[in-house]
């Protein structure tokens, strides 16, 4: 218990120095003009004024995409431990489950213009994508389904692997069947995940929807920490096990699907981190979701922050940067550590 | 049970010698020559025959003036219009069958589009395959001249040839007066900012327009440009493959940051038609002379 309090102040602390060195890594503006930059804003534009373009440079471009990677990390990162306490099992993850497929076949049928904008533009394609992976989560979750209202863990793990590939063929068959070239290089870019779209009119829906979810999680820390030990024992608690589990399916597809609009699927951020935690801070809900959400929104911005420091000119998708720093880290993890599950 | 083995030993040795049978034709006289990639190959002394597996091999051969030895082009081609009424076949991935079927001499590939190993999949079924490369801009006449060589049509290659290079040497001489040598940024997407690295020929078609391309020393062939690097690089001119049609405001929406940037502010957002500037083709001088004038308005306009 004292060690959690020590660490969540460590972690914001980390936070910031984070944000200032995300800020700092591009091109090069010169000494001394990202702190400038950032003293200009930070005092509401009475210190300093900065050269014009290393302020769209540093504020318009670097600083909404930092924070962007702060909510996306964070985001699945919480919704990864939720799915692994779903399922009581570790692969679990909204990646592996089908959801984020889902949500990127949504995404990317409205984006190349096969749905209707229902409400504008902004809206419309968060919601393809949350609709997208909520049926995909759906179908895996009935068919995991057996008699009664028990959830067979195999098969849910079974089914999410074969929709998730499903999903992923609907994409690639609409992608490739599109008559535009240049939407096809973006949805394949966006594909790999990528955050080079964030701006800061980007940025309020994903934060709300994220927010809500921790604090919704939050809430349910004590049920969560219940159905650990198995549906039938946590009935017995008192704790209404199938209403928890559609809320927790309702949240990661709703989550899921917005950060996949935003910033295509990024994988492995939701495997990783929940584990890494675990064996750091124990299992107990109330300080696990806290601490994977602070974890995984460092992680993707460090992640985010190689991926523009390795080509400062060019765009790198940052999927490809989370999977080869994460997976080797993660193979690491299960050779060091034995913890049991749950 | 003893019968059906025997039956289908038989019907598989019947497919064996069948396909042993499938030998090249035999007696059609062949010589040796080297494509554009130092691949050795036979290929028949007389082409009349041709196939094409990329758009701009299709208008090389037309160029080469052995347009009307083509028998089949590939579904993405576009240019000239006498192709409408050719067969077509499919070219990612190639479709064999559709391409055996049309009995070609010859099929003359591009060695930036197609694969050698499919190369070797159709001169092992009887039909040699050339690549043609245009290594550099300067060098375009070049292999027209070469293509025309290899089809025996040499004197309309060389009558091309000779008009391309006279018409570089003009757009040459004009430009040697320009007055500045603007920066221009070539992309190919404006959401994922596609441009061409190094070793590309837009760089050579830009400065023979009178500019100077921004992306040339770019280690990567094909980058995608951050939107940071392009506030930082300052072009005086962007201009994409984006069509004649296109809306020069798009690019400052989907870019909001950029009204920094110098073409950006002074209008110098221009789409162009990518064909005349993607495909290493005889079009590219054309593109050349329209990106000219696009970069250098003032030397271009008509006396009334």
Redesign the interface.
């Known amino acids: 218990m004292k060690r959690f309090h020590i660490l969540l102040p460590l972690a914001l602390l980390a936070g910031l120095v984070s944000i200032v060195v995300g800020v700092s890594v591009?091109?090069d503006?010169g000494r001394g003009e990202v702190l400038r930059v950032l003293g200009h804003h930070l005092s509401f534009g009475t210190l300093w004024t900065p050269e014009?373009?290393a302020d769209?440079?540093v504020w318009?471009?670097?600083m909404p995409r930092v924070l962007l990677a702060l909510l996306v990390g964070g985001g699945l990162s919480i919704i990864g431990a939720a799915m692994q306490t779903l399922v009581r099992n570790p692969l679990a993850e909204p990646y592996i489950l089908g959801i984020s497929s889902g949500a990127s076949a949504g995404a990317s049928l409205f984006y190349l213009g096969f749905l209707p904008p229902l409400i504008s533009k902004a809206l419309s394609m968060p919601m393809a994508a949350f609709l997208g992976g909520l049926m995909a989560i759906s179908i895996v979750y009935v068919v995991a389904r057996t008699q009664g209202p028990r959830l067979s863990v195999a098969r849910l793990l079974l089914a999410g692997v074969a929709m998730a590939a499903l999903m992923a063929s609907i994409t690639s068959f609409i992608t490739l069947s599109s008559p535009d070239p240049?939407?096809l290089?973006?949805v394949l870019?966006w594909l790999l995940g990528s955050l080079?779209t964030a701006?800061w009119s980007a940025l309020p829906l994903p934060a709300i929807v994220t927010l809500l979810g921790l604090f919704a999680m939050l809430v349910l820390a004590r049920p969560l920490d219940a159905m650990l030990m198995g549906d039938e024992p946590a009935a017995n608690l008192g704790v209404p096990v199938e209403v928890i589990k559609r809320i927790l399916i309702l949240l990661a597809a709703l989550v899921t699907g917005v950060l996949v609009a935003v910033s295509g699927a990024i994988g492995f951020v939701g495997l990783i981190i929940p584990h890494a935690v675990r064996s750091i801070v124990g299992v107990t809900h109330r300080r696990l979701l806290p601490v994977c959400f602070v974890a995984g929104a460092l992680f993707l911005l460090w992640a985010d922050l190689v991926a523009?420091a390795l080509?400062?000119?060019?765009?790198?998708p940052v999927g490809i940067i989370t999977a080869i720093c994460g997976v080797p880290f993660f193979l690491f993890l299960l050779r060091r550590n034995e913890y049991g599950y749950g | 049970m003893t019968l059906s083995r025997i039956v289908c030993c038989a019907l598989l040795c019947g497919v064996l010698l069948l396909g042993a049978c499938r030998a090249p034709s035999g007696n059609v006289a062949m010589r040796p020559v080297t494509d554009d990639i130092g691949r050795q190959l036979e290929v028949p002394a007389s082409i009349d025959r041709i196939v094409t597996f990329a758009p701009s091999v299709t208008e090389l051969v037309y160029a080469a003036g052995a347009g009307h030895k083509l028998v089949g082009v590939t579904t993405v081609d576009d240019y000239p219009p006498e192709i409408e009424a050719l067969p077509r076949f499919d070219a990612l991935p190639l479709d064999f069958e559709a391409i055996l079927a049309l009995e070609p001499d010859i099929a003359i590939a591009s060695e930036q589009v197609n694969n050698p190993n499919d190369a070797a999949t159709l001169a092992s079924l009887g039909v040699p395959v050339y690549f043609l490369a245009v290594q550099t801009f300067q060098e375009l006449p070049e292999t027209i001249r070469r293509a025309g060589l290899l089809l025996a049509t040499e004197s309309a290659a060389n009558r091309m040839a000779d008009s391309l290079e006279s018409s570089m040497k003009a757009l040459r001489t004009i430009m040697a007066g320009a007055s500045s040598r603007p920066t221009t940024l070539f992309l190919i997407g404006d959401e994922v900012l596609y441009a061409f690295g190094k070793g590309s020929h837009i760089h050579d078609l830009i400065a023979l327009a009178g500019g100077e391309s921004l992306t040339a020393s770019f280690s990567n062939r094909a980058p995608i440009l951050s939107d940071e690097y392009v506030l930082l690089a300052r072009p005086d001119v962007i201009v994409g493959a984006f069509g004649e049609d296109y809306d020069p405001t798009r690019l400052l929406h989907i870019h909001p940051t950029w009204d920094l940037v110098p073409a950006v502010r002074n209008g110098q957002v221009y789409g162009l038609d990518g064909h005349l500037y993607l495909r290493p083709g005889p079009r590219l001088v054309e593109g050349a002379w329209g990106l000219a004038a696009r970069l250098h308005p003032s030397m271009f306009r008509q006396a009334p």
């Open positions: 591009g091109v503006l014009a373009t769209r440079i318009q471009l670097r240049d939407k290089r973006a870019f080079h701006t523009r080509l400062p000119s060019e765009q790198l």
